[in-house]
């Protein structure tokens, strides 16, 4: 099973639209949960980091069920420019991070 | 936010020669760096973990006599791919954390490397 796992899409939605993303983890004593966003060719970004009683950033909303190992981001009212691959990312013991595959969002005019 | 900054940006050399990769962190000090690779449409692998005065450690499955890392100063950590071949050919990236915890990883902008 792999550590972390998404769904690779594409997601095609139009602007405007909400859409929803999940990602589960097989590490039950990961400690520290992200998103980040990887433009084409680009460094990974820092999107936002995942409490266990859920937050929220401007349009983006992120939820943690630990005892699922199920993380989850809410994009709502996309825009043209969150067209990109998010990246579920955990961290473990370790320093250093897992990440998923991403999943990549296409956002349609 | 804090920068990494990591040259060069891409790099295209023959099969067998080596490629020194840089990462600096800019406005603070990094004890460890981390070093990963992206193959297309796949997720970043964690190589290895860069320590500042040691030795770094190496994730299962990775050479460490082929990607050589150094870190000698608090600022720089330095990847060399020993020999490259074909198979090398991939993106290279790092990232240092400011403190522990939970604290944000940063990333430099990455390396893209073509042996051919």
């Known amino acids: 099973r792999k550590e972390v796992e998404q769904d690779p899409g594409p997601f095609n939605v139009p602007e405007g639209a909400t859409v929803a993303f999940n990602c589960t983890y097989s590490?039950?004593?990961?400690?520290?949960f992200f998103w980040y966003r990887q433009d084409c060719r680009k460094e990974p970004k820092l999107l936002m980091s995942?409490?266990?009683s859920g937050n929220e950033d401007g349009r983006f909303t992120a939820q943690l069920n630990r005892a699922s190992q199920y993380i989850s981001l809410l994009i709502r009212d996309s825009k043209l420019s969150d067209s990109a691959t998010y990246l579920c990312?955990?961290?473990?013991?370790?320093?250093?991070?897992?990440f998923g595959k991403g999943t990549h969002l296409i956002i349609q005019p | 936010g804090a920068v990494v900054s990591q040259h060069p940006s891409w790099v295209i050399c023959k099969s067998g020669t080596s490629v020194k990769i840089e990462c600096r962190s800019l406005d603070f000090q990094a004890t460890t760096m981390f070093w990963y690779r992206q193959f297309p449409k796949q997720s970043l692998m964690l190589m290895a973990t860069s320590n500042e005065g040691s030795k770094a450690t190496y994730e299962q499955g990775v050479e460490k006599d082929k990607f050589l890392i150094n870190h000698a100063s608090l600022t720089l950590s330095t990847l060399t791919v020993t020999s490259a071949h074909p198979e090398d050919s991939s993106f290279y990236i790092c990232s240092a954390r400011v403190g522990q915890g939970t604290s944000e990883a940063f990333f430099g902008q990455g390396t893209r490397l073509t042996v051919v």
């Open positions: 995942v409490y266990s």
């Open positions: 990312v955990v961290r473990g013991g370790a320093d250093g991070l897992t």
């Open positions: 590490n039950s004593a990961s400690q520290s």
